[in-house]
């Protein structure tokens, strides 16, 4: 057999994302402000990336989701009164920060006024297959007799799983009720996967809005905790360090407008944050 060229031969290396790619995606926040008029703060249950690929096609043309890494996107938006780029943008930072939960939480930009997107937004879920830690919503037993819907080669597969199946004239038995899974209690990966085998999907894709920014005004939006329990693995550390800044999130007016072109503001923003957030959790799909 020939040797391969050495010259011909790649060897792929994934570069870390540095300081500059950061102060990229903080300048593309700045950005989205200037073009649209109203930017949502949200956050993603049972976040499935198929999904949310389907529901960022739904606002191709009117709309941009951001989810970038949080610090960075706080520092762009301004953490306090004094460092905000936008009237009030510090308190979309905030609610980020603070009412916002998990990795799988954002910004939505928009033209939209809010009636049409808290609207959307509450009727927009997708039922999809639980992943491992997905606390069950009922029990699942398989009861005993032929398992038809599947065959008499996935009999390793099955047993490897947990199931005690028995193969007996081409056909896979089972010779005693088997408690598949009990509401409450976290999912395990094998349930997880005899689940999505036994085509029993559990889990629901949503979407929930904590606030929004609009003509320099922020306003916090009622959320429903009926779809909480499923993330809070996502988010316990985070609930842990208690607050007293509640009342940031109340409607506040404003009869004053910033200087958006303020190039001296920008300079500073840019050359404050130069330090590694590598310990943020946060995912970057966008």
């Keep these: 057999m020939p040797r391969r ?12 994302k540095d300081v500059e790619n950061k102060r990229a995606n903080m300048e593309k926040v700045r950005d989205l402000i200037d073009q649209y008029s109203h930017v949502y703060v949200f956050h993603v249950n049972n976040f499935r990336n198929p999904l ?17 890494k949080v610090k960075p996107t706080m520092v762009a938006l301004g953490k306090n009164k004094q460092s905000e780029y936008r009237e009030n943008t510090y308190l979309v930072s905030h609610a980020l920060q603070k009412s916002a939960s998990g990795a ?34 009922k029990d699942y037993v398989i009861k005993q007799g032929t398992l038809d819907q599947f ?40 349930q997880c996967k005899l689940l999505e085998l036994l085509n029993e999907p559990m889990a629901e894709f949503s ?3 904590h606030g929004y920014w609009t003509n320099e005004e922020y306003y916090e939006c009622v959320v429903k905790n009926d779809d909480n329990d499923n993330d809070m693995n996502e988010n316990d550390d985070e609930k842990k360090e208690e607050t007293d800044d509640s009342h940031l999130f109340s409607i506040i007016g404003s009869n004053k407008k910033k200087d958006v072109s303020n190039d001296n503001q920008t300079n500073n923003f840019l050359d404050a944050f130069v330090e590694d957030d590598s310990s943020d959790e946060d995912i970057d799909i966008d």
Aim: aromatic share 14%; charged share 25%.
């Design 151 to 190: 065959v008499f080669s996935q009999e390793y597969v099955l047993k490897k799983l947990g199931l005690p199946v028995l193969l007996k004239n081409g056909r896979l038995l089972l010779n005693q009720d088997y408690i598949l899974c009990q509401k409450g209690q976290p999912l395990k990966p094998e």
């Design 52 to 68: 949310m690929k389907k529901l960022k096609q739904e606002f191709e043309f009117n709309g941009r989701f951001f989810q970038g």
């Design 207 to 209: 979407v929930t809005v």
């Design 5 to 16: 060229n050495p010259e011909l031969m790649t060897f792929g290396k994934v570069k870390k």
């Design 104 to 137: 799988h939480r954002g910004l939505f930009f928009t033209n939209n006024k809010p009636d049409k997107i808290t609207e959307f937004f509450q009727n927009y879920k997708k039922i999809t297959f639980a992943k491992t830690g997905f606390v069950a919503t």
